[in-house]
């Protein structure tokens, strides 16, 4: 599992970890694994620019840039403000040869060394323009700790920032280098040790592939469960307009742990569902878990009714609009940004601009975990935690795409899973099972890839493992 630190957490361990190496053995070690990776990542006969900004973040890629000098690599550097420099990192470059130039333009290659976590989202003057130039000429940049710009902890946008082809963070990742809107400005991120202890700390987790150990026992059924032992999910879903729906939640709903699925519907759309998948049992009865919207009439009722039942409940499309003041169960709402802007009474563009902190406040006015679909899926509970989903691919952004994941997530529930794990779950099975698919795709692929992928999940199999190398391979590449 990914985890990533707030500011005012790596700050406390950077204190600790002084102590101990001391502020230049710190800074030291994380400028000999800057230009460890420099090394790999930048051709041999081109010439670095090094933008530098105050403070430390300029200082690790001060020093940086002398050993590259010491090996022989050629490196300019970009001040933004010469008496803000760090004095001794300074001192190091330009006697090992760095030569100090007025602008960055005619470089192919950057370090980003402007400003590191302490700064606040969103570039001005000279940093503005240089992070201009980058966008305009498109070097390869390569970010120190986080681009410029980012919003640390929680992945705004407030102005201009840099885009990064590969950052170099260290000790541990940021929420900014995991969370929409700033989080694909990072490029690649490889995070790199420097001594900092931050394990009994976390503000924002990411569930990977190798992590479905943690969850298979409440997943996958013994030799002595039963169709029911493994949970009933209930489906109301669907409507006259909007029958696809109830078949793709059907369809999400079956591709998970669960050992049955029940619809509630209109006769003629209960018998279509059957008709289509004679596993599913039509009319009301016992649940574990029911999953309500997707597709379905604009009225309070289908959720009233699923809540009268006392259990887990996803709450999707058209039920989002029928909210009770709070939950009294566990409950995983799973709005797109549009939905939660409704939600709340505000603009979608203010949702996209920050998602974790709209999520954050559905969650706590509603006593909800929230599942914030987008690039990058938010899972955010009701006792702050938050995850984010790093799988799937823009070929998502396809109709029904939603009803799948809201049956498979309801799926989970009535398997046990809570709303977090739950939510946390599906949205990674659901990204990953669309990577293996490819694309183009509709969204009854990826219900039928999804069985498939979670069994490889649970039981960490060959196959998988084969799967994650290649969306490793298509990630480098630029594929979807």
């Not at 505000?346 to 987008?374: F, I, M, N, Q, Y």
């Not at 049956?407 to 939510?423: E, I, M, P, Q, W």
Request: net charge negative; hydrophobic share 45%.
């Amino acid at each position: 599992m990914l985890t990533a630190h707030t500011v005012a957490q790596v700050r406390a361990a950077e204190e600790v970890a002084a102590v101990e190496q001391g502020w230049d053995g710190l800074m030291q070690r994380a400028a000999g694994a800057l230009v460890g990776h420099l090394l790999e990542l930048v051709p041999a006969d081109e010439t670095v620019v090094v933008l530098v900004g105050p403070g430390n973040n300029g200082g690790d890629a001060l020093f940086a840039a002398a050993r590259l000098l010491e090996r022989g690599r050629r490196v300019n550097l970009c001040l933004l403000d010469a008496s803000k420099a760090h004095p001794a990192g300074l001192a190091a470059a330009t006697g090992a040869g760095a030569q100090v130039v007025d602008r960055p333009e005619g470089h192919r290659v950057a370090v980003d060394a402007l400003f590191g976590i302490g700064a606040r989202p969103g570039l001005t003057g000279v940093a503005a323009e240089w992070a201009a130039w980058i966008e305009r000429e498109r070097p390869c940049v390569v970010a120190v700790d986080v681009p410029s710009g980012i919003g640390v902890d929680d992945g705004r946008l407030d102005g201009p920032a840099v885009r990064a082809d590969h950052t170099i963070t260290f000790g541990t990742m940021k929420p900014g280098l995991l969370l929409g809107p700033a989080a694909p400005l990072a490029g690649r991120v490889t995070v790199v040790d420097i001594g900092l202890d931050l394990a009994e700390q976390r503000a924002v987790e990411s569930l990977e592939l190798a992590d479905g150990h943690r969850f298979r026992d409440r997943m996958v059924p013994s030799a002595a469960d039963h169709k029911y032992s493994r949970g009933v999910v209930g489906v109301r879903a669907g409507s006259p307009e909007y029958a696809g729906a109830a078949h793709l939640c059907v369809a999400g709903a079956q591709a998970g742990p669960a050992g049955m699925v029940r619809f509630v519907g209109a006769p003629d759309l209960s018998h279509r569902v059957v008709d289509r998948a004679p596993e599913v049992v039509a009319g009301a009865g016992r649940v574990q878990a029911w999953v309500v919207g997707p597709g379905g009439e604009d009225s309070a009722e289908p959720l009233d009714a699923a809540l009268a039942d006392g259990v887990p409940v996803v709450v999707d499309a058209t039920a989002l609009g029928h909210l009770p003041d709070r939950f009294e169960v566990d409950a995983l709402l799973t709005p797109h940004a549009g939905e939660l802007a409704a939600m709340l009474g505000t603009e979608r563009a203010e949702v996209e601009a920050d998602p974790l902190a709209h999520a954050r406040r559905a969650a706590e006015r509603w006593s909800a975990t929230v599942l914030l679909k987008g690039p990058r899926t938010l899972v955010v509970s009701t006792d702050g935690r938050v995850r984010v989903n790093t799988s799937g691919t823009p070929w998502l952004g396809t109709a029904g795409a939603g009803d799948v994941l809201a049956g498979f997530a309801g799926s989970l529930l009535a398997r046990g899973l809570d709303a977090f794990d739950a939510g946390s779950v599906a949205a990674l099975l659901h990204g990953l099972a669309a990577e293996r698919v490819g694309g183009p795709f509709v969204a009854s692929d990826i219900a039928r890839a999804l069985p498939g992928t979670l069994r490889d999940f649970c039981d960490g199999s060959r196959l998988m493992r084969g799967a994650e190398d290649e969306i490793h391979r298509r990630r480098e590449e630029g594929r979807p």
